[in-house]
């Protein structure tokens, strides 16, 4: 079959990766001149099933609201007269339930945990190099009350299987030595052994170019304008290059995916979330992490991708605005600083700022609308490089027809 896969980012790729394994003839669209130039371009690198918990959950309203006043909170609301943001706001506060949190949660570790066995598999099949790192993911409290929420929160996804580790703040130096010198000023961490990193648009970017030497064409520079279609199918991709005809078609265009699927009268429940990144050269004069983490009281995300140290924070729910404000990235330093003091070169850091695609409940949008010949596979919100592997297999098995190898309830599309 001819499949057009419309998106370029680290679910796009992936996807035209297994679409091709099963011999299909792939075409993927973007509008960049390279793959993982949108949100997948430095994120924090995380693949974490271990920190699989839904954004929406009881307490997220309150500090949502306390946002409007206050700019030293990780989870941002920046009101816009913007319907769109509006009713997946609602929407998104439905979802603000220890019931519904709970579930989600649930649906978020099974996608992540089962694309963790199929990026293994690829990486054994390919050898694919992307600075990956096995060595699990700290999370790190402050106080003992932070740390006894943590630890009780976790009981959730360790009675589905994730292995965790309870650390004091000498277990934290001696999973990451470059922590020692913070000494009994954090309260300890939850240590998730299984979880792991790597750099995410390195990975993108091999495994595109594997894709290409298996046959898969790049259509880059290529904006689409719109899906035409013709009854219950999509006959073709309008773009400023022109029109790009396939058999089928499959959407993830990531934070836009709203944007241009709503030309087909389809409503997509994803909003984007902005975050940011800041990137470190490392040297061997430097004594930075060896591993990853995240800061829980801080919300900031660290991990080591090769020479270089980055770190991630913020999730502001803004629009599509991709500002890059001073004031953040000069916040984001001193914290990086005050973290690994002496653990990279913080003078020469690189900005980077993405969309994260969030539904309301934070899984992802499998499955097929009113169009017999559109896929979608998109909404990946906070944990897109995490999931993008199993996302990918369940996609492929389910345009051949085959069953996706997991329970895929509340993560099809229902229009
Ligand atoms: C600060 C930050 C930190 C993060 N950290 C992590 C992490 O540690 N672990 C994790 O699992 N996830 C993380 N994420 C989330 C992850 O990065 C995303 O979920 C993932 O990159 C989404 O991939 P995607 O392919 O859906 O979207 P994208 O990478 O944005 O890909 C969509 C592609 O579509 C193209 N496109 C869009 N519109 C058009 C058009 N009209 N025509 C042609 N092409 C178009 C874009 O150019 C882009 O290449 C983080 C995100 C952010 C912002």
Same mark, same amino acid.
């Given at each position: 079959?001819?499949?057009?896969?419309?998106?370029?980012?680290?679910?796009?790729?992936? *996807?035209?990766?297994?679409?091709?394994?099963?011999?299909?003839?792939? *075409?993927?669209?973007?509008?960049?001149?390279?793959?993982?130039?949108?949100?997948?371009?430095?994120?924090?690198?995380?693949?974490?099933?271990?920190?699989?918990?839904?954004?929406?959950?009881?307490?997220?309203?309150?500090?949502?609201?306390?946002?409007?006043?206050?700019?030293?909170?990780?989870?941002?609301?920046?009101?816009?007269?913007?319907?769109?943001?509006?009713?997946?706001?609602?929407?998104?506060?439905?979802?603000?339930?220890?019931?519904?949190?709970?579930?989600?949660?649930?649906?978020?570790?099974?996608?992540?945990?089962?694309?963790?066995?199929?990026?293994?598999?690829?990486?054994?099949?390919?050898?694919?190099?992307?600075?990956?790192?096995?060595?699990?993911?700290?999370?790190?409290?402050?106080?003992?009350?932070?740390?006894?929420?943590?630890?009780?929160?976790?009981?959730?996804?360790?009675?589905?299987?994730?292995?965790?580790?309870?650390?004091?703040?000498?277990?934290?130096?001696?999973?990451?030595?470059?922590?020692?010198?913070?000494?009994?000023?954090?309260?300890?961490?939850?240590?998730?052994?299984?979880?792991?990193?790597?750099?995410?648009?390195?990975?993108?970017?091999?495994?595109?170019?594997?894709?290409?030497?298996?046959?898969? *064409?790049?259509?880059?520079?290529?904006?689409?304008?719109?899906?035409?279609?013709?009854?219950?199918?999509?006959?073709?991709?309008?773009?400023?290059?022109?029109?790009?005809?396939?058999?089928?078609?499959?959407?993830?265009?990531?934070?836009?995916?709203?944007?241009?699927?709503?030309?087909?009268?389809?409503?997509?429940?994803?909003?984007?979330?902005?975050?940011?990144?800041?990137?470190?050269?490392?040297?061997?004069?430097?004594?930075?992490?060896?591993?990853?983490?995240?800061?829980?009281?801080?919300?900031?995300?660290?991990?080591?991708?090769?020479?270089?140290?980055?770190? *991630?924070?913020?999730?502001?729910?803004?629009?599509?605005?991709?500002?890059?404000?001073?004031?953040?990235?000069?916040?984001?330093?001193?914290?990086?600083?005050?973290?690994?003091?002496?653990?990279?070169?913080?003078?020469?850091?690189?900005?980077?700022?993405?969309?994260?695609?969030?539904?309301?409940?934070?899984?992802?949008?499998?499955?097929?609308?009113?169009?017999?010949?559109?896929?979608?596979?998109?909404?990946?919100?906070?944990?897109?490089?995490?999931?993008?592997?199993?996302?990918?297999?369940?996609?492929?098995?389910?345009?051949?027809?085959?069953?996706?190898?997991?329970?895929?309830?509340?993560?099809?599309?229902?229009?």
């Amino acid at each position: 079959m001819k499949i057009i896969v419309l998106g370029g980012g680290v679910i796009g790729v992936t *996807t035209a990766w297994f679409l091709s394994r099963d011999g299909h003839d792939v *075409t993927v669209i973007d509008r960049e001149e390279a793959v993982a130039d949108g949100t997948s371009f430095a994120n924090a690198g995380l693949l974490s099933p271990g920190h699989a918990f839904a954004w929406a959950r009881p307490g997220v309203p309150a500090t949502l609201l306390r946002s409007f006043w206050r700019d030293d909170t990780g989870l941002r609301l920046r009101p816009r007269l913007d319907p769109d943001m509006w009713s997946w706001g609602l929407k998104f506060l439905a979802q603000c339930t220890h019931g519904r949190a709970r579930v989600n949660s649930l649906r978020k570790l099974r996608i992540s945990a089962y694309s963790q066995d199929v990026l293994h598999d690829l990486i054994a099949d390919t050898g694919i190099a992307f600075d990956p790192d096995r060595g699990g993911i700290l999370y790190l409290h402050r106080d003992a009350a932070a740390l006894d929420r943590g630890i009780a929160e976790m009981r959730l996804l360790v009675d589905e299987g994730v292995r965790m580790e309870v650390l004091d703040a000498q277990g934290c130096a001696r999973v990451e030595p470059a922590l020692a010198h913070l000494g009994a000023s954090i309260a300890g961490a939850v240590y998730c052994p299984d979880d792991e990193h790597g750099d995410c648009n390195k990975f993108t970017r091999a495994l595109g170019d594997l894709a290409a030497g298996a046959g898969v *064409t790049f259509q880059f520079n290529t904006t689409i304008q719109e899906i035409e279609a013709d009854g219950a199918s999509v006959a073709r991709v309008r773009t400023d290059k022109g029109n790009f005809t396939a058999d089928a078609y499959v959407m993830a265009l990531g934070p836009q995916s709203p944007l241009v699927a709503r030309g087909l009268g389809v409503k997509l429940p994803i909003y984007p979330v902005k975050g940011y990144s800041m990137t470190f050269p490392v040297t061997s004069s430097h004594q930075g992490p060896i591993g990853s983490g995240v800061d829980e009281g801080l919300l900031m995300a660290w991990s080591r991708l090769g020479d270089r140290l980055r770190l *991630t924070s913020t999730a502001e729910i803004a629009g599509y605005d991709l500002s890059r404000p001073p004031a953040q990235y000069a916040a984001m330093r001193r914290a990086a600083e005050a973290l690994f003091p002496g653990g990279a070169d913080f003078d020469h850091g690189e900005v980077w700022c993405g969309l994260r695609p969030l539904t309301p409940e934070g899984t992802p949008i499998f499955g097929r609308g009113r169009h017999e010949n559109l896929w979608f596979n998109t909404g990946h919100g906070s944990m897109g490089w995490t999931m993008a592997c199993g996302s990918a297999r369940v996609t492929a098995d389910l345009i051949a027809g085959r069953d996706a190898g997991i329970d895929l309830t509340g993560m099809v599309l229902t229009e």
